[in-house]
């Protein structure tokens, strides 16, 4: 299983030049990962503004020619996970067929959620979940935070997904994603404000290879944004901890973090029992592999 980063940030983008930090080691993107298995179709979590560059690629590669398939998991429908879907160029091109999966919220389901931001008062871009343009865009909705029998299976991937704590009015999933006998858990929008929160988590994260975490804050910057819907770093260090994962990455990089050097958790060597690493855009990992190499991709 092939995991690469297409976007790391959460809230907003953050350029590389002008306003924000010019150092971008952690990358600029908002959320979305890609994740590979032979030659199934790609799984996608999130669709942040990662996957306009993303959908690029894949086309590059002949995605509309070849592959013409792709599920795309999101978490939640706030701006920074879903900013992506109208520029997502396979979105436009007929003969392709994607399927959304997610939670509604408010009273709406997927569906309406995400027509909602394709309203052409807010996008300039052809709406195909409405049927009448480009590809074959369906949405499967996650009644309750869990998919049809808790797991679905896209080839030889399997996802499972369960609802965690964000913040008040917003359904949120983490995703349990298992493939060529490595696990991978996503979990980029989390807050545990009680013991109960920490259930879901853990149950996804258990013997996880790799865990994308939400570490938007540091340490020393979570008790004044407590209750917000994010994790502090030492949070989900001790998520990984009790879950028994082999590495952490630290997810969803406020917009103000350049190096990711503020975080005070980080142990690339596993001194602590497992590596912390900063999440950095265009990483990619071989999970299964004898070493779970990662490598840069971009």
């Known amino acids: 299983m092939r995991v690469t980063l297409w976007g790391t940030r959460g809230t907003v983008p953050v350029p590389a030049h002008g306003i924000g ?23 996608i979590l999130d669709a942040g503004s990662g996957l306009y560059w993303l959908g690029n ?17 999101l978490t939640h429908t706030h701006w920074a996970h879903v900013q992506g879907i109208p520029f997502f160029a396979p979105f436009l091109v007929p003969g392709c067929h994607l399927t959304f999966y997610g939670p509604g919220s ?14 052409s008062v807010y996008c300039p871009v052809p709406n195909a979940f409405r049927g009448d343009v480009g590809s074959w865009a369906e949405t499967r909705d996650l009644e309750g935070g869990e998919l049809e029998g808790g797991e679905d299976v ?22 349990r994603v298992e493939a060529d006998g ?21 149950e996804l994260a258990r013997d996880a290879d790799l865990l994308l975490h939400d570490a938007h804050f540091t340490a020393a910057e979570y008790a ?21 994962v082999r590495r952490l990455l630290l997810f969803h990089h406020h917009p103000g973090r350049s190096r990711g050097t503020e975080y005070s958790v980080l142990d690339p060597e596993g001194k602590c029992g497992f590596m912390v690493e900063a999440a950095r855009e265009g990483t990619a990992f071989n999970l299964g592999s004898p070493s779970d190499a990662a490598q840069a991709s971009r």
């Not at 930090?21 to 799984?43: H, I, K, Y």
């Not at 696990?183 to 929160?197: F, G, M, S």
């Open 182 to 202: 490595a696990v991978l858990t996503y979990l980029p929008d989390v807050e545990y404000l009680t013991r109960a929160d920490r259930a879901p988590a853990l």
């Open 21 to 43: 930090p010019a150092d971008q080691r952690l990358g600029g993107n908002t959320p979305c990962v890609l994740v590979e298995s032979g030659a199934d179709p790609p799984v």
């Open 106 to 119: 408010g009273g709406r389901s997927l569906w309406e959620l995400l027509n909602l931001q394709m309203e």
């Open 154 to 175: 896209c080839g030889r991937v399997r996802v499972t997904a369960r609802r965690v704590n964000h913040v008040a009015g917003s359904v949120c999933l983490g995703y």
């Open 224 to 244: 004044a944004h407590q209750g917000q819907g994010h994790a502090a770093e030492t949070q989900a260090v001790e998520l990984a901890r009790e879950a028994g």
């Open 57 to 73: 690629a894949l086309m590059e590669q002949g995605f509309a020619t070849r592959v013409r398939r792709a599920h795309l998991f």
